[in-house]
Structure formats: structure tokens, C-alpha cells
């Protein structure tokens, strides 16, 4: 069931449509640029924002040394995705705890891999090494679903998940036009919205946080 919502939501990414329960999580490309800026705890909106920001610059940067074949660009950039998704950790341990920061710092690292996995092996042609990366990413998704929502109430699980999934769609889509060497415009279009479903996401946690701990969220 996960593999098809998976498949679901890299369609939507193409533009074949999507609609879902949570339109601001799921919708990858439907995000609307013109989204009003979040106010509630808006120092926290910030932060979130940028940590989650570093999250898709530094894969793409990944992605963009692989298939230049820079091996020295990509371990940098690899070093930088994991520097990043330490320093969210570290933010969530914050509000949760450093047992938590440790527990998500583990999901993240299986995301990552998912991501590394796919971009690899969409570089090397490996279509195979390609379904076996959404798979993983798919169970993946779920585990941060569950982990986050089980730490907020504000969280649903399933809103989560879905847009986990969504995520790394744009992630499918923008390697797989790498690899397609797709106009510059079309790239640069699937970039745009890729950060903008990144902060949809970002600020949906926030927004959980700050129902949460309205004393501490700022």
C-alpha cells in the first residue's frame, strides 16, 4: 500500500495531479508559492524553515557532484547532509529531549540513505537500485510518521507520512531529470517546488511545537 502512495505521489510530481487529506503536506507541485507566511512563533518558523532548507540544498548539491562525476563535491556535500540532519536533531532535542534528537537522528540517517541510494543509482542507469530506494524510502517514511507523531499530539501520523512520501518524490523527480539532462527550466521548476513542499512540511511541524510548548516555542 505504502509503494502505491509512493508511486501516487511521483505522478503528482510530474503533473498528473494529486489531491490528498492535507493538501499542504502532500501535494509536492500543488503547493501554492503563494502560501501566507506562518505567524504564530514566527522565530521558530524561521529556524525550522532553514534547518529543513539545508536538508534539500545539501542532497541536491550531492546530486549535482555526482552527476558532474565530482567525487570530491560529492563527499563534501554527503559530510554536509549528515552535519545538517545533526543539526536538526539536535533542535528537536530541544523541545523533546536528547533521547529523541538520538531517535531521529537515526530515521534521518535512513532517509538519507534512501536519498544517496537513489541518486546513485539513478546516475548509473540502475533502475532496480532505484525501486529498491523507494521501497526504503517508503518504510522509512512511516517510521518518522510514527516516531514525530507518537512525541505530538498535533502530529497525525498519517498527514506526516504522506508527506514524507511526497517529499521524496521531488526527490525521484529531480535525479531522475538530472539524469534525463531535462531543459534547465523544467529543473529548475521541480527545485522551486521541492523547497516549497520542504517548508510546507517545515512549517507544520513548527506549528505542532508551538501548540505544544507555547512558552518555550520562541
Known sequence: MKMQTLSIACAALLGLGFTAATPALAQGHAHAATAPAPTAAPNLHKAMRGLWHGHVVTTRDYALAVFAGNKAGAAKAADAVVANAKDIAHAVAGFYGQPAGDGLLKLLAGHWGAVKALTDSAHAGNAAGEDKALQDAAANAGEIAKFLAGA???????????????????????????????????????????????DAIADVLSDGIAKQFPDKAN
Open 152 to 198: 505530538n499530539p498535533n502530529w497525525k501520523e498519517a498527514d506526516l507520512d504522506a508527506g514524507l512520501v511526497a517529499h521524496f518524490g521531488h526527490h525521484k523527480s529531480q535525479v531522475d531529470m538530472m539524469a534525463a539532462k531535462a531543459p534547465k527550466d523544467k529543473q529548475e521548476a521541480e527545485w522551486t517546488a521541492m523547497q516549497q513542499h520542504m
